[in-house]
């Protein structure tokens, strides 16, 4: 499609989805102005240990798992890291950049996507508390966030189109660490 129309205006990306749009933004499979990563994992070094521990496989087993990873996409298992991947962009490859996360979001931590946002000029984070992974999809304040990133408009822990505080404790921080809180 990007050879037919050009590069898109913007992505919105979920989970895994956000760690394969920034892979495929990485290796010039995608061209957009705009990148919302919504509740990136850390890596799937990370997804691996997790099923290892939750299924009790051994060393060999998991080797096995990644080996097969590797010669299933064409990447090893350790370069498939949210942060390792953002560093191997140039500066100029980068587009603008907002990461949503949860703060409480049990399926992928918080941590990396603050690692992500302090290597990316120019990023945002805006962290949410209590919405969890999926929920943070649905929420009207973290979609008129989007919205208005997308449009090129600040963001703000605010509702989309309205002044009110958010209706859950919110802060947007950028690179330099500076933080806007909303109400809770």
């Not at 989805?17 to 495929?24: D, E, F, H, Q, V």
């Not at 102005?33 to 994992?41: K, S």
């Amino acid at each position: 499609m990007a050879a037919r129309f050009g590069p898109a205006r913007a992505v919105v990306a979920h989970s895994m989805g956000a760690l394969a749009a920034l892979l495929a933004v990485r290796d010039g499979w995608l061209a957009t102005e705009r990148l919302v990563l919504v509740a990136p994992p850390s890596g799937v070094p990370d997804l691996l240990e997790r099923i290892r521990r939750e299924l009790g496989l051994g060393p060999r087993a998991t080797r096995r798992l990644a080996e097969r990873a590797r010669r299933r996409t064409g990447y090893a298992v350790d370069d498939l890291d949210l942060v390792r991947i953002a560093t191997g962009l140039r500066p100029d490859e980068r587009p603008a950049l907002l990461v949503v996360h949860d703060l409480l979001d049990r399926e992928a931590p918080h941590e990396p996507s603050a690692r992500l946002v302090r290597s990316w000029p120019d990023a945002q984070l805006l962290s949410t508390a209590g919405l969890g992974h999926r929920r943070i999809l649905a929420d009207a304040a973290v979609g008129g966030s989007v919205s208005r990133f997308v449009d090129r408009r600040p963001v703000e822990p605010t509702l989309h189109g309205d002044e009110r505080p958010a209706p859950f404790p919110c802060t947007l921080t950028t690179r330099a660490g500076s933080g806007v809180a909303g109400a809770a």
